[in-house]
């Protein structure tokens, strides 16, 4: 069923989609994977389901918001409860709103998107929907007439939408927190601290599991328990993390980008890519990028 009430802002420049909001009255058009090149937050005002999204299954409940970065595969089936799965959507492009470019003022990146080990969703209470409510209300207004300085309002109204969202998912995550029972072994907070120092060169899961100084089959069982993926699947999203921050904020080619992550062979690395995202860098850059819009891009 075709989204209600669709309100859309275009690049003029470029043609692409710079931001949209809309309502949704069943789960059918996320029914199927989704790869856009845009950031998506979904908001589910009724009815349950599931949420799959890269390598991993969440259970999806009234008032729940739903985070995905450009080119992340999600989809969304609807539970089998009497209430329809309905809710609200926002789309925006990096062109608009990059989270990449202003982390540092939300630091939203790695909390809300692209985050390896947490769940992509942030659960409000009544109080809080009344406060984004607010929010949407105000970028819905702002979409539905041309009005001086109409870009600024919109991604102020959005900057303080992500920051609300940010800090209620900072309070509902454990790890962010003292810890607690049920918090991660600390040999996975050491997993995540050699991912994060050595990705660029050791891809495997065995080199990981010598560090660490356990079997790969014992440590894949661990992040399965804990992340809901296998390490390999850590690595790869760790690796496509960094490709995607190079291709959007830098004007490096290909093959540069490939060779940082080491990668000996650029081709090896667009496959890899192109795997993983569903598109090639190439397309990545021209669509998310730096480049987008633009002449520049890279060299494979």
Request: glycine share 4%; net charge neutral; proline share 4%.
């Amino acid at each position: 069923m075709p989204a209600a009430s669709a309100l859309t802002l275009v690049n003029e420049f470029n043609g692409h989609l710079a931001f949209k909001m809309y309502a949704f009255e069943n789960a059918s058009l996320f029914d199927h994977i989704q790869r856009h090149n845009y950031f998506s937050v979904l908001w589910i005002k009724t009815g349950s389901g599931k949420l799959r999204i890269n390598f991993s299954e969440y259970d999806l409940a009234e008032e729940t918001l739903i985070f995905s970065a450009p080119y992340e595969p999600f989809m969304i089936s609807a539970g089998k409860g009497d209430a329809p799965l309905t809710g609200k959507a926002i789309h925006f492009h990096p062109d608009f709103f990059c989270v990449l470019k202003h982390q540092r003022e939300i630091n939203s990146n790695g909390i809300l998107f692209n985050n390896l080990y947490h769940l992509p969703i942030v659960r409000l209470s009544a109080r809080d929907a009344e406060q984004f409510e607010l929010l949407h209300a105000q970028m819905h207004l702002e979409m539905q007439h041309t009005s001086l300085s109409q870009y600024e309002a919109l991604v102020s109204y959005l900057k303080i939408f992500l920051i609300r969202a940010m800090r209620l998912k900072v309070h509902q995550t454990p790890e962010a927190r003292s810890s607690d029972a049920g918090a991660e072994p600390f040999i996975l907070q050491r997993l995540k601290d050699h991912l994060e120092e050595h990705f660029r060169r050791k891809h495997s899961p065995s080199e990981y599991a010598e560090l660490l100084h356990i079997s790969p089959k014992a440590l894949t069982k661990l992040t399965k328990s804990h992340f809901a993926r296998t390490l390999t699947d850590l690595i790869a999203e760790r690796l496509i993390i960094e490709a995607k921050r190079e291709l959007y904020l830098t004007r490096k080619s290909v093959k540069e980008v490939a060779h940082e992550l080491g990668f000996q062979d650029e081709y090896y690395f667009s496959r890899f890519f192109k795997h993983n995202t569903d598109v090639s860098p190439t397309v990545f850059r021209e669509t998310v990028g730096f480049g987008a819009g633009s002449e520049s891009g890279s060299s494979a």
